[in-house]
């Protein structure tokens, strides 16, 4: 199975700033990943998909990024309603997902 | 609109069994693959089990044996029986809708179920 792991474990950042997550794939995995948004007693939120694709409806201010087996999600501008933890997932291409640890953000 | 409602948690004792539901509502069920992902209090997220259109089914390791997926398509419902349960299976239980575009991406999760596995 893959591993993902993803850094920081939480950042805490100023209202405007641009933040950015990390997740490292441990084998190649193509664009098979996704980031998720999750706040305080709701399920997780799509945002990324295919490693850069916005779902829709999520702002324009979330990007994606990869490089091989790293991924990134970035966001320009960063709004007191972001704070939440911050999900990658890996899919393997055989009917297996793997979530990385998740990254808290917070607003200083 | 689309919903994904659970049902079925509860308190169970290790070695127990309990059967989740999912009560789908809003989308054509038998177009899309069907999850659960589970979630201890205050951890991460965890894939559990997936079921496909045709009723083809995947496991995590974790519950591979002890846990079975499937649809109830007549129903628009989907279920997990959970067998020789452990207390490492205490979590949040989500029903989760999946797409077929790259990654494979879950886009609908429903509220979740809480399983609590002790004595």
């Known amino acids: 199975d893959i591993q993902m792991t993803q850094s920081p474990s939480s950042l805490s950042a100023s209202v405007g700033d641009r933040v950015t997550v990390t997740c490292r794939a441990s084998?190649?995995?193509?664009?098979?990943l996704a980031w998720y948004q999750q706040k305080p007693g709701k399920p997780p939120r799509l945002l990324i998909y295919?490693?850069?694709a916005l779902q829709r409806g999520v702002p324009s201010r979330f990007r994606g990024g990869e490089s091989g087996t790293d991924f990134t999600l970035t966001i320009t501008g960063l709004q007191p309603e972001d704070v939440a933890i911050y999900y990658c997932?890996?899919?393997?291409?055989?009917?297996?997902?793997?979530f990385g640890e998740g990254t808290k953000v917070d607003i200083k | 609109e689309a919903e994904l409602v659970e049902s079925g948690g509860g308190v169970v004792q290790p070695g127990g069994s309990l059967r989740l539901s999912c009560a789908v509502s809003?989308?054509?069920?038998?177009?899309?693959?069907m999850h659960w992902v589970r979630q201890p209090i205050g951890k991460g997220l965890e894939w559990v089990a997936n079921?496909?259109?045709?009723?083809?089914?995947f496991y995590s390791d974790s519950v591979k044996g002890r846990f079975v997926i499937y649809r109830e398509s007549a129903k628009n419902s989907l279920h997990l029986q959970m067998d020789s349960l452990r207390a490492g299976d205490t979590a949040v239980y989500y029903c989760?809708?999946?797409?077929?575009?790259?990654?494979?991406?879950?886009?609908?999760w429903g509220r979740g179920t809480l399983v609590a596995v002790s004595s």
């Open positions: 989760v809708r999946g797409v077929s575009v790259a990654a494979e991406p879950f886009d609908l």
């Open positions: 084998q190649a995995i193509r664009n098979h």
């Open positions: 809003g989308f054509n069920f038998g177009d899309y693959d």
């Open positions: 079921v496909g259109i045709f009723g083809d089914t």
């Open positions: 295919a490693a850069t």
């Open positions: 997932q890996g899919y393997n291409g055989a009917r297996s997902w793997t």
